[in-house]
């Protein structure tokens, strides 16, 4: 499915040598996989925080904290052939929920470019912190926009949609 959306949109922008590593990255706290049908649809992690996020530390500053604070909502995609029935909502649902129960603040970073995500995340609440530039390599340089969720009481909560999110093995 990751092929797929990679050849469909893009995502992730540089192809992985290794795409289960890229989507189990070692500071991966949980990670859901959403079903519709009986066939995966879409994927989302959670992690802690790492050096090339910039989100963590935007919020972190605003909010007079530690980035050890906030989780990075990251691996957000949805198959093509699944969209428009909610899942990245109920994908985000579940990792907010799931950072909140540990105690973490929510954050994430998207590519500036990709516009039906950040529209995805306005709709649901979040708020944006800034917009950015970042070097990914020498020869690559990216504007993302960084985004906190919203405050708990004022959490969008996604409706309820015919399809399941769960906690997928760890391969």
């Excluded at 954050?107 to 470019?113: E, G, I, N, Q």
Aim: proline residues 8%.
């Amino acid at each position: 499915m990751l092929a797929e959306v990679h050849e469909h949109d893009g995502y992730p922008v540089n192809w992985p040598d290794s795409p289960g590593a890229w989507l189990t990255p070692s500071s991966l706290i949980a990670s859901w996989v959403a079903e519709l049908d009986g066939r995966v649809a879409g994927h989302v992690g959670l992690s802690r925080s790492g050096a090339g996020d910039a989100a963590p530390g935007l919020w972190s500053a605003r909010a007079g904290v530690s980035t050890d604070a906030t989780a990075v909502v990251n691996r957000l995609f949805v198959a093509p052939w699944a969209r428009g029935h909610g899942i990245g909502a109920l994908l985000m649902g579940r990792a907010v929920a799931e950072a909140r129960d540990h105690g973490l603040h929510p954050v994430l970073d998207v590519l500036a470019s990709d516009t039906a995500a950040a529209a995805l995340y306005e709709r649901l609440g979040w708020q944006l912190l800034a917009t950015v530039e970042q070097q990914w390599s020498p020869e690559q340089k990216v504007t993302v926009r960084c985004y906190a969720a919203a405050a708990r009481s004022a959490r969008a909560q996604p409706p309820a949609y015919p399809a399941s999110c769960r906690t997928p093995p760890l391969r």
